[in-house]
């Protein structure tokens, strides 16, 4: 394996850094949920970019391969979750902005 520079890792963790940070900037202003999807794919494509440097090191080799796995596997349930709460969301609202949800679920 070739080893990665200094530079060449510090811009991807910076770059990783600027996607995760637009992510929960999105997040917190996301106003329905697809965009909340959209962010929260977002803070999980910066975390797998964050770990392509742990690949580079030889004995950091199969540490990132388990944290790689289970970022994929919390990656694919959060999907699969929040797939099945739009759909949900879209049945019993007819409508997928945050606003039409009330605390907790419930009508107050």
């Known amino acids: 394996m070739v080893a990665m ?3 060449s890792v510090s811009i991807i963790y910076v770059a990783a850094f600027a996607i995760l940070l637009i992510g929960y900037l999105a997040a917190i202003s996301s106003k329905d949920v ?3 999807l959209i962010s929260l794919e977002m803070m999980f494509g910066a975390i797998f ?3 392509i440097p742990l690949f580079s090191v030889a004995h950091l080799a199969n540490t990132a391969f388990g944290i790689a796995l289970v970022t994929i596997f919390a990656s694919s349930g959060e999907l699969l979750i929040l797939i099945c709460a739009i ?3 879209d049945r019993q609202k007819k409508d997928i902005h945050t606003s039409a949800i009330t605390i907790g679920g419930d009508e107050l």
């Open 87 to 89: 759909t949900i969301l």
């Open 5 to 7: 520079d200094i530079i």
């Open 34 to 36: 697809i965009r909340l």
């Open 49 to 51: 970019m964050a770990l």
